[in-house]
T-cell receptor, first 112, second 112 residues
Framework: AQSVTQPDIHITVSEGASLELRCNYS??????LFWYVQSPGQGLQLLLK??????LVQGIKGFEAEFKRSQSSFNLRKPSVHWSDAAEYFC??????????FGGGTRVLVKP | NAGVTQTPKFQVLKTGQSMTLQCAQD?????MYWYRQDPGMGLRLIYY???????DKGEVPNGYNVSRLNKREFSLRLESAAPSQTSVYFC???????????FGDGTRLSIL
């Protein structure tokens, strides 16, 4: 069965430190890959997407993600986090068609 | 610059009551979706509409019905609400299959 796993439920990081959020998927073919961010009480906002081509993808708010086919991973990174990055982050994966499958989310807490 | 608008934002129901959640998008998108979000479970697709006039079941359709009223509007109906349907419901839309989805701010539904 197709699945998306975000192994870390919570991550605490100090302001100014680097951040990496993990996402692994199990699909038969290379899927479309997305990262979304959700601030409290709000909907999801797209950070970045990967469809094909360069495996290092740049997104908004200084985020980037790297697709590694051999590891079935699409990890999200930011070199230096800001207090405003405290939120929940969702990885989403889809094949051709409409359905996206979302991971369970990783909640990021930022320490001053 | 509304994007995806969901109404109501909050609702409390008693078991057995019926309710329709409304969703409208102003981006001329073809595809629309309904998700529910529960703690630790990410977003699960309830129903989607690939284009005006079509609807399909997602991962968790039981207890729900949908109507794609026109290209802009996609409603979700609970005919006989159950406590297990207490959740946050998100509507989303995308220009076409595989394109990034844009989300509303959600409807927080409690069923007593």
């Amino acid at each position: 069965a197709q699945s998306v796993t975000q192994p870390d439920i919570h991550i605490t990081v100090s302001e100014g430190a680097s951040l990496e959020l993990r996402c692994n998927y199990s699909y038969g073919a290379t899927p479309y890959l997305f990262w979304y961010v959700q601030s409290p009480g709000q909907g999801l906002q797209l950070l970045l997407k990967y469809f094909s081509g360069d495996t290092l993808v740049q997104g908004i708010k200084g985020f980037e993600a790297e697709f590694k086919r051999s590891q079935s991973s699409f990890n999200l990174r930011k070199p230096s986090v800001h207090w405003s990055d405290a939120a929940e982050y969702f990885c989403a994966v889809g094949l051709s068609g409409n359905k996206l499958t979302f991971g369970g989310g990783t909640r990021v807490l930022v320490k001053p | 610059n509304a994007g995806v608008t969901q109404t109501p934002k909050f609702q409390v129901l008693k078991t057995g009551q019926s309710m329709t959640l409304q969703c409208a998008q102003d981006m001329n998108h073809n595809s629309m979706y309904w998700y529910r979000q529960d703690p630790g479970m990410g977003l699960r697709l309830i129903y989607y509409s690939a284009s005006e006039g079509t609807t399909d079941k997602g991962e968790v359709p039981n207890g729900y019905n949908v109507s794609r009223l026109n290209k802009r509007e996609f409603s979700l109906r609970l005919e006989s609400a159950a406590p297990s349907q207490t959740s946050v419901y998100f509507c989303a839309s995308s220009e076409k299959p595989n394109q990034p989805q844009h989300f509303g701010d959600g409807t927080r539904l409690s069923i007593l």
